[in-house]
């Protein structure tokens, strides 16, 4: 008994052996890019950001370029490409290794964007299948990098160090072919000290990435999946006393009137002695650095390392926000004994407070509303190395377009996107690199590896990272956690350290919801409903949007409603947009044509694609505003406008600003009588404080109506001096009413017109007039034929038409196919009953058809007059059977290509639709057909018009004109409709697939169910912007009628036929 228990002993004791000698073994053998343990080898604790000059008029400079002791490695570098790991070049680093047959690559810059490997586009799932922290070695491509670098001799009396802005996904680091380290996390810099590696003259510097890496799956971002060394790279030589690292708070007093300015410095020194320093520490406002706003002096013996803590209160500080980015900059020189510069370096300063107090997030003690919007960093030809160039442009946009607040979606952005933000006026949610969406597609949970304590470490080295590099910025308002990563312990515990490092400000995190480890209830894509309700059951904490508004391809439908609903409940504040720009690629076909490319566009490599889901800006790639960037500018817009009692001529004015009164603006108004203007004037200065209101009277009693003619005021606010990346006179608000003013028009009795008659054929029915004829096709009852001064107008039948080319949107939730019966309606009808008559003048053609697959019955009646007035109703009554909503419920027909010069008097002059006109203001615009396509990047439903009073198309001799009774939505296309359909399978490219064709499409229509865009994946058209299907009646009613060039249309438009 006792041998056999011993030898189960024996034999648990070798298995036990045998098992911890498999497990360290795999531990060894594991590659530092596969192991969440190995972060970083010899990488440099995280810091704030800032550059080291040798005296206080190059800091003042704020260009590093200009220091003796900062070098820029940006340019070009050697590179080699490798398919996987086993191919890389395994001695490269070595100094005699011959590299110059090499290719060279721009660094900064992704590899993919320059030629190698393919660019992949994916929004949720990771490259490869998800086994963490396993990645592929077969596929893994690895770049490997080389270039050299002179130093001079003073160079190394000092500590010298190279720094990565950012490299995706992982990389090792060779000075003169000795290892230096490796790092991961592609949005932080990675700084190595290499003061032991370098010589005076010529040093080469060897970099290997390897493009997926454990770091992968906490980088699975709705973005291009590209690699390389993307931000810059520089080497600097620090003073061997020196500031290490700093933290300034600067906050607000009880009553946000006095500044707490608080300063922590980390010295450290690298000597074996102990050294005699003085700090010196000045403060000035930016834009009077003559005017010292405080000074201090202190003197320290320096050991090794020592934190020097100061504080002050300064008196009726100038408060820095959004509206009023007022900054100051605070200049710290360290001196030696002799009272020499060793070091000096600025920093901007913001004076803020953020707090959250009865349920709202307060800044300087105001509940702000956030115009927000979440932007990725792209570039069309760079990937995500942008420009400085790019960064202001982008700023000037959001500031014109009324933004007030940016989401860094889903990572660090680079340092000068901050210092920028904090120069113009932008409030910025700093989100850390942490997104692991891709593991939805592991079998375990979402959230598996956001609560394996294995990757703690991970969670916790990119957040601190991102807050010890920003924590100095004035323009970061809230931390967020990360983006769609689950939720587990490892967000607890990384929000915990944040609190504690960083009290000062709120932090963030969607999936974390209501719990307690997010101060703001920051959920994505909410409906208007459920925004409502948790607002009305009076929360403790505020709820901001992280995302809404899915602003894909042709969409941005009902944001006027979402902000309706937010100014409705003090608790909801605002949210951020998705997104900011089309993140696609400029490519070239071979033509030579340019286009956007999107997902798939560069072949298969080896993964799947997401298409065009890429394309969700408010800009088209090259900042083009696309055109629902027009509906955001007015909807943010921060001075409102309502009818207080519009027949008296009041307007109600809201300063929605939160900070700042109307001084800066100028009001003008107008009144047009049918697009031209009447009266107009401007309004004294608007001193209104924010948040208030005041109610201006205009005397309405000058305007003298004129039969059938319609009258709108319109009122303007614009810059009346050059701000900051704003001209003068730029509109930054603005609205339109229309006023209770009329007088009926006068009618005209048929008899009076030019006599007409009836001509028929087995076929067809005509009527002829003095200077037209119009034929009806008695098998469609269509109207197939408009001869005028002997020119035919039209090419082919004006036919029932309820189909509209998919949305993007539409796809998401399937309309093209839940709809699809609705798409050939005008192809499969069936004649009823055709019946034609001519009395008192007027021809009659009332037509009555079925569609048997819908069970519903379109009558269309048709009344021709002796001018050639064609008098159109069109009537749906759809059966019992449960059908789907109508795409649209029009008609269409096509003319031939040279009536091409547009015209109409209603909504513009951009495109709009039922959920999205807001941004559109009733006028008389002109221009061509072609233009009014919007070259979406992938082809859709584009140049819709709303509340048309009339439009007309002509040649430039004669022309058709269509007039609601009252209003119909219209467009009009230089190619079939039908160019704009989706294809299932196909890669349409509207910079491509949309070119001018020997026709023009008119649409005519009652309306078209709203474009929708509470999100692009399921989320239909709200109910009371869709044309309902089932057991309904539609109708409409409009003119056609032939012109001449020299005919007055708005007078064509108002006659009446009685």
């Known amino acids: 008994m006792i041998k056999t228990f011993v030898n189960i002993l024996v034999l648990i004791t070798i298995i036990l ?29 995280p810091k704030a950001h ?52 090499w ?43 080389r270039r050299n670098f002179l130093l001079s001799g003073d160079w190394l009396t000092r500590d010298i160090f190279i720094q990565f802005d950012g490299v995706r996904s992982a990389f090792y680091l060779w000075i003169n072919g000795q290892f230096v380290g490796y790092s991961q996390d592609s949005k932080t810099p990675a700084e190595f000290d290499i003061t032991d590696f370098v010589v005076t003259g010529e040093n080469t510097v060897s970099v290997q990435v390897y493009r997926f890496s454990d770091g992968s799956y906490l980088e699975g971002q709705d973005t291009w999946r590209i690699s390389g060394i993307e931000r810059d790279v520089f080497i600097r030589a620090q003073p061997k006393v020196r500031v290490s690292d700093y933290a300034v708070i600067a906050g607000l007093d009880s009553a946000y009137q006095n500044g707490q300015f ?67 900059r605070l200049m710290i020189t360290i001196l030696d004994a002799d009272r020499k510069i060793i070091q000096s370096f600025t920093q901007q300063v913001g004076f803020k407070k953020v707090e959250i107090a009865d349920g709202n997030l307060l800044v300087n003690g105001k509940a702000v509303m956030f115009r927000g919007v979440n932007r990725h960093e792209w570039d069309p030809v760079r990937g995500r190395s942008i420009t400085e160039e790019l960064m202001i442009k982008d700023i000037q946009l959001m500031k014109e377009y009324n933004i007030n607040a940016v989401r860094t979606s889903h990572y660090p952005n680079q340092v000068r996107w901050y210092e920028l933000c904090n120069e113009y006026g932008l409030y910025v949610i700093d989100e850390a690199n942490i997104e692991a969406h891709g593991m939805q597609f592991h079998p375990q949970k ?90 009305e059951n009076d929360p403790s904490r505020p709820l901001i949007l992280c995302e809404y508004a899915h602003a894909m391809g042709n969409s941005v ?49 080896f993964t799947v694609n997401d298409s065009n889901f890429c394309a969700n800006g408010l800009v088209a790639a090259d900042r083009t505003p696309n055109p629902h960037f027009f509906e955001v500018k007015k909807v943010y817009q921060p001075v409102k406008f309502e009818a207080e009692n519009i027949a008296r001529g009041q307007v109600k004015i809201t300063n929605r600003y939160d900070f700042i009164n109307l001084d800066h603006l100028d009001f003008t108004w107008f009144i047009a009588e049918d697009g031209k203007t009447v009266e107009s004037g401007k309004l004294e200065k608007l001193d209104l404080h924010p948040r208030q209101s005041t109610v201006l009277s205009f005397n309405l009693s000058g305007v003298v109506p004129r039969p059938g003619a319609e009258y709108f005021l319109t009122i303007q606010a614009r810059t009346n001096r050059n701000l900051p990346l704003i001209q003068k006179k730029h509109i930054v608000a603005w609205e339109q009413f229309k006023l209770p003013i009329s007088r009926s028009t006068v009618t005209q009795d048929p008899n009076d017109l030019p006599v007409i ?87 009659k053609i009332k037509v009555i058809t079925e569609h048997k697959i819908t069970g519903s019955r379109i009558t269309m009646t048709y009344r021709i007059y002796g001018n050639g007035l064609i008098d159109i109703q069109q009537q749906l009554k759809t059966g019992n059977k449960k059908l789907p909503e109508i795409p649209r419920f029009g008609m269409k027909m096509t003319l031939p290509k040279d009536f091409n010069r547009l015209t109409w008097y209603g909504r513009g002059p951009h495109e709009s639709y039922w959920d999205r006109k807001t941004s559109t ?118 003119y056609l009628r032939p012109f001449v060039k020299d005919d007055d249309l708005m007078t064509l438009s108002k006659l009446k036929i009685k």
């Open 921 to 1038: 203001s009733v006028k008389v615009f002109s221009g061509s057909v072609w233009d009014q396509t919007y070259p979406y990047v992938r082809p859709q439903e584009t140049g819709n018009k709303t509340d048309i009073r009339w439009m007309a198309l002509d040649n430039g001799t004669i022309g058709l004109l269509a007039i609601g009774q009252p209003t119909f939505d219209g467009s009009v296309h230089q190619y079939p409709y039908s160019d704009l359909d989706y294809v299932p399978a196909g890669r349409h490219h509207g910079k491509l697939d949309l070119q001018p064709k020997n026709q023009v499409d008119w649409l005519i229509d009652y309306r078209q169910t709203g474009v929708g865009g509470d999100n692009s994946w399921g989320a239909r058209p709200h109910l009371k912007y869709t044309l309902a299907g089932n057991s309904i009646s539609y109708e409409y009613h409009f």
């Open 446 to 535: 979402y959230g598996y590896i956001a609560d394996d304590p294995e990757w703690k470490a991970a969670w916790l080295d990119r957040g601190r990272s991102m807050v010890e590099r920003d924590k100095n910025q004035p323009c970061i308002i809230m931390w967020s956690m990360g983006n769609e990563a689950g939720d587990g312990n490892n967000f607890k515990v990384l929000y915990k350290w944040i609190k504690d490092k960083d009290p000062s400000r709120p932090v963030v995190y969607e999936p974390a919801k209501d719990r307690d480890h997010t101060d703001v209830v920051f959920p994505m894509y909410s409906t208007i409903e459920s925004i409502s309700k948790y607002a």
């Open 103 to 145: 290719d060279d690559i721009d660094v900064p810059g992704s590899w993919e964007m320059q030629g190698w490997s393919v660019p992949i586009y994916l929004d949720e799932e990771y490259p490869f299948p998800p086994e963490p922290p396993s990645v592929p070695h077969d596929y893994n491509r690895v770049g490997s990098y």
């Open 262 to 328: 608080e300063l922590l410095i980390d010295l450290f020194n690298n000597t074996s002695d102990t050294v005699d320093v003085l700090i010196r520490g000045k403060l000035t406002r930016l834009d009077n650095p003559q005017l010292s706003v405080l000074t201090f002096d202190r003197e320290i013996k320096c050991s090794k390392s020592d934190t020097i803590y100061y504080n002050s209160v300064i008196k009726d500080v100038d408060r820095w926000s959004a509206e009023t980015p007022n900054l100051y």
């Open 757 to 843: 008659h009836l001509s028929e054929t087995d076929s067809t029915v005509s009527v002829i007039g003095e200077k037209f004829q119009v034929s009806f096709t008695k098998g469609t009852g269509y109207l197939s034929e408009y001869i005028f001064n002997n020119r035919q107008i039209i090419k082919s039948d004006l036919i029932p038409h309820f189909w509209r080319a998919p949305l993007d949107n539409d796809l998401g939730n399937q309309m093209h196919i839940r709809t699809a019966r609705w798409k050939n309606v005008g192809k499969e009808l069936t004649v009823q009953y055709f019946q034609r008559s001519l009395a008192n003048n007027v021809a």
């Open 17 to 45: 052996i045998a098992y911890f000698m498999v497990v360290n073994k795999k531990s060894i053998d594991q590659p530092d890019w596969e192991n969440p343990a190995v972060l970083s080898i010899n990488r440099e604790e």
């Open 50 to 101: 800032f550059y080291h000059y040798e005296s206080e008029d190059l800091a003042l400079s704020g260009n590093p370029e200009k220091s003796h002791y900062y070098q820029s490695l940006n340019g070009q570098w050697k590179f080699h490409y490798a398919l996987n790991p086993e191919s890389r070049p395994l001695d490269f680093m070595k100094r005699e290794f011959d590299v110059t047959q």
């Open 557 to 605: 439908g009902n944001l006027q409603d979402y902000w309706d609903t937010f100014e409705k409940y003090s608790t909801l504040q605002g949210g951020f947009i998705w997104d900011w720009v089309d993140q696609v690629i400029l490519k070239t076909d071979s033509s030579g044509r340019d286009y956007w490319a999107y997902g798939g566009d560069f072949g298969k490599e």
